[in-house]
């Protein structure tokens, strides 16, 4: 068996665990393989042939430049700032543009993917990345169907992934497409992460924030709404406070602020609520009725909906109290539902 070459892509201002994070996996693969050959050849290759220095200060040496670059399995984009500058963007996706038609898997982490889309060649294609420039990427380059929760998506031989250990998320998953599952999940038990993650990027993003700076008439209310989610919210409860009739509530309030009545509540209460999961000691059930969700049942279908993850498992991956418990079991939740007040 012939070891595939990984080629990574370096370049000044790179994230360091963009480029780090995927060369580990696909190094510890190497040694998970019972042939003493190498699984995986990995070839940082750098426009030129000069150290390049990451976002963190972290300095990596390439083995080939972008000039004598040998034939690649996979070529690989980080993201960071640097690929967002005008001369090493137009650099990178050269290079990849070049390579594209002798390469058989195309990828980027992260950011990486301003490098990769400059190219044409996702034209048309479902991506991903990190869910702060997501919004961004979509503005910049309209022929790109994005997602802004997936980890990774695989669309053809071109595939996408989030921000930072999301590049590790997809080195895990290529290579259980070249040496199957066992080796993959061999590689994520070395490296101490989920094999799958399950749910997306929402459960990791920062609590919605909507218009502080708004001048809207609808403002004041959802700024009220928030510090009142265990009442009647209502559409007509909440058009009788703005003075509106509800179906011109609804649609003026939709315009305004860019989600319906409803919409907005349920995000609202599920971000208070994950605040109260990281931060509490309150059971799962006891969470969702404090912030206003009617029975436990409709809270866990809202959160697995919104978040693609569990309650309770969101409570184990980010519950500070857990932490505070030095790795002691999980208290266990009640399965009794509490009588609604």
């Known amino acids: 068996m012939k070891a595939k070459r990984i ?3 370096g370049f000044d201002g790179v994230v360091a665990i963009d480029l780090s994070g995927p060369a580990d996996a696909f190094a510890i693969a190497n040694e998970t393989e019972s042939d003493p050959r190498p699984a995986y050849e990995v070839v940082v290759i750098s426009p030129s042939s000069k150290p390049f220095v990451s976002e963190s200060g972290l300095v990596f040496k390439p083995q080939r430049t972008f000039k004598n670059a040998p034939f690649l399995d996979t070529l690989i984009v980080p993201g960071g700032s640097g690929i967002r500058k005008p001369a090493t963007n137009r650099s990178v996706s050269a290079f990849v543009k070049a390579r594209a038609g002798s390469t058989r898997r195309i990828a980027s982490v ?9 190219t044409g060649l996702l034209a048309g294609r479902s991506v991903t990345t990190h869910w702060n420039h997501a919004r961004n990427v979509a503005c910049r380059f309209p022929d790109l169907k994005v997602n802004d929760n997936a980890i990774f998506i695989k669309d053809g031989h071109f595939y996408t992934s989030a921000g930072a250990t999301a590049g590790i998320d997809l ?16 590689v994520a038990r070395q490296l101490v992460v989920y094999l799958k993650r ?5 459960q990791y993003s920062e609590p919605l924030r909507f218009q502080a700076e708004s001048v809207s008439r609808f403002s004041e209310l959802t700024t009220w709404i928030h510090t009142h989610l265990n009442d009647d919210l209502s559409v007509e409860a909440l058009a009788g406070r703005a003075c509106l009739c509800p ?6 309030f939709k315009t305004d602020v860019g989600a319906s009545p409803a919409d907005l509540v349920e995000r609202l209460r599920l971000d208070e609520a994950r605040r109260r999961l990281s931060n509490g ?5 006891n969470v969702g009725l404090s912030v206003g969700f009617k ?6 279908r809202a959160f697995e909906r919104r978040l693609g993850v569990s309650p309770s498992d969101y409570r184990r ?4 109290a857990a932490g505070v418990r030095f790795g002691q079991p999980p208290r266990r939740e009640s399965k009794k539902l509490p009588k609604a007040a």
């Open 317 to 320: 991956r980010f519950s500070s």
């Open 7 to 9: 080629g990574l892509v």
């Open 198 to 202: 399950s749910g997306g990027q929402d």
């Open 247 to 252: 179906r011109h509530f609804s649609r003026r």
């Open 281 to 285: 000691d309150n059971s799962v059930e």
């Open 110 to 118: 992260c950011t990486g993917i301003y490098g990769l889309a400059a």
């Open 295 to 300: 029975s436990a049942d409709a809270f866990r």
């Open 171 to 186: 080195a895990l998953s290529l290579i259980e497409e070249d040496y199957g599952r066992q080796v993959s999940l061999t």
